[in-house]
């Protein structure tokens, strides 16, 4: 910080009264330039400029909470996956990190935000990233985001599938944390993500919340949609498998 160094000047001020001795006060003739110095935007006699120095800020890859978290990177028909696991295994907690581009001429639907029905009984928040669905086998779990197909028989409330719409050349990331359940912990882990092309006929009624927009998609995209999933991931190694 730049010193500022002001003159002290002294003048006598007359006797209040018979038989008081004169007081020396002390006037601060540089009070005022401190303030005009301390208010002006440029810089003035009275405040000597120092070199302003600024460190360059690069922002770190979204949804990437550390260097050392292993990613995995997984190529699709038209659609690239970036995916970071944390696992806490006294928590028996995954934290999954994740970035989907769009490679394609086309726009794409992902379902990574659940299901009408969810949402109407209050176990989703609408716009939210859903839980996952899980499947295991022998110590491996694997973990889905996906458009389910029709329930039989249909249900009074069907499951309509919720998704996201994501344009040509564009991206979507999100952020989930799931505790892994039953009794034995998970030697293994992966998750896969339900894309499919977006065609406006099997999806309907669209919805902003926030900055998401939602679509209801047709069940028909259950049968094709494309899995994208990430290699398996050991969490004795804590590494994806090659």
Known sequence: MAAIFCRVRRSSVPETSPGMKSTQYPRYACIRRLLVCSMALAASACVHAQPSSSAESVPMPADRASAAVPIAKVQGRGVALEAEFAYAASKRVLTVGYRLHNLGDGPLAVFDRGDR???????????????????????????????????????????????????????????????????????????????????????????TIGEVELWRASFAVAERQ????????????NAFSR
Not at 144 to 170: F, K, M, N, Q
Not at 226 to 237: E, G, H, R, Y
Request: glycine letters at 8%.
């Open 226 to 237: 494309q899995l994208v999933c990430t290699p398996w991931f050991d969490i004795a190694a």
């Open 117 to 207: 029905h969810a949402v109407a009984t209050g176990r989703q928040k609408a716009g939210a990233i859903a839980a996952p669905t899980v499947q295991t086998e022998n110590g491996d779990v694997s973990l889905s985001h996906a458009a389910s197909p029709l329930p039989r028989p249909a249900p009074t409330l069907p499951p309509t599938p919720l998704a996201i719409r994501v344009p040509a050349g564009a991206e979507t990331a999100g952020r989930f944390e799931f505790a892994i359940p039953g009794a034995d912990a998970p030697k293994r882990l992966r998750w896969c993500l339900g894309v499919a092309t977006f065609d406006d006929g099997d999806f309907n009624a669209p919805e």
